[in-house]
């Protein structure tokens, strides 16, 4: 793959029917569609391989796996199987708060916000969206959960786990805050502005598309990805400065 990207992405594994791509968070997975000359997965790959697909996408931010297919057949049987509900995808997101639950079902519609561009709103007249979430760590004012959308709206993890109070961490549409600080985490630090503490951890919403799982032309295939940096420089302080 030439290197054309300053963002680093990177093929874990292809065959004659399909890509997995390991994204990183700010790299956009397809074509903008106010402006298609910004740099996105989808044209980076296609400027060695002509025939790609679209089977799914992940929001600019979000790290993780991301499938693309290289024919019409796989791409066909593939979008059949994420509409049937037959693809595993599975993330992980480091949140403000922590679930009541260890383990539930969000069931909630949701709907495109009439009041600001491009955000989604939870609304009884919206589209039918439920998502799975299990608490994986938690601290004192935060919790690793895994989640598992069950449907794919737009931004409906993001959506959901704000809905119950727990938004990511850096979201800048349903979050609190657009970065994080040790000095966030770690709540009576007396430090100086210039401490290098003061620097984010992170900065970007804290979502990665860990899992994916399917059957094509009679053969399962599995793939997990590792949390990236980011993200698990959250972890290491939280469990520094947080741990109950």
């Keep these: 793959m030439p290197t054309i990207?300053?963002?680093?992405f990177k093929?874990?594994?292809?065959?004659?029917?399909?890509f997995i791509i390991s994204k990183p968070a700010g790299l956009l997975s397809i074509p903008d569609r106010f402006n298609i000359e910004k740099e996105n997965l989808y044209n980076l790959l296609k400027l060695r391989w002509e025939d790609l697909f679209i089977v799914h996408r992940l929001d600019r931010e979000t790290s993780g796996i991301i499938c693309y297919a290289k024919n019409a057949n796989a791409h066909k049987l593939l979008n059949l199987d994420?509409?049937?509900?037959?693809?595993?995808?599975?993330?992980?997101?480091?949140?403000?708060?922590?679930?009541?639950?260890?383990s539930g079902?969000?069931?909630?519609?949701?709907?495109h916000s009439q009041t600001h561009d491009g955000r989604m709103i939870t609304h009884a007249k919206g589209k039918p969206a439920e998502t799975k979430f299990?608490?994986?760590?938690?601290?004192?004012?935060?919790?690793?959960?895994?989640i598992?959308?069950?449907?794919g709206r737009t931004h409906q993890i993001r959506v959901h786990l704000a809905y119950i109070g727990c938004p990511i961490l850096c979201d800048p549409f349903y979050g609190i805050s657009s970065s994080l600080t040790i000095d966030d985490i770690k709540i009576h630090s007396k430090l100086s502005k210039n401490d290098e503490r003061f620097r984010p951890l992170i900065e970007r919403t804290a979502l990665h598309a860990f899992s994916l799982s399917f059957?094509?032309?009679?053969?399962?295939?599995?793939f997990e990805v590792d949390m990236p940096k980011d993200m698990k420089a959250v972890?290491?302080?939280?469990?520094?400065?947080?741990?109950?």
């Excluded at 598992?148 to 449907?151: G, I, L, R, V």
């Excluded at 972890?235 to 109950?244: E, F, I, Y």
């Design 5 to 8: 990207s300053k963002k680093e």
């Design 11 to 18: 093929i874990l594994y292809e065959n004659d029917d399909f």
């Design 82 to 102: 994420f509409e049937n509900r037959k693809i595993d995808k599975r993330y992980i997101a480091l949140c403000n708060s922590i679930p009541l639950e260890e």
């Design 105 to 111: 079902i969000i069931d909630i519609p949701i709907a």
């Design 134 to 146: 299990k608490i994986k760590e938690q601290w004192r004012g935060y919790s690793l959960l895994e």
């Design 148 to 151: 598992k959308p069950e449907t």
């Design 215 to 222: 059957r094509l032309l009679n053969m399962d295939y599995h």
């Design 235 to 244: 972890v290491n302080q939280l469990n520094k400065w947080q741990k109950s």
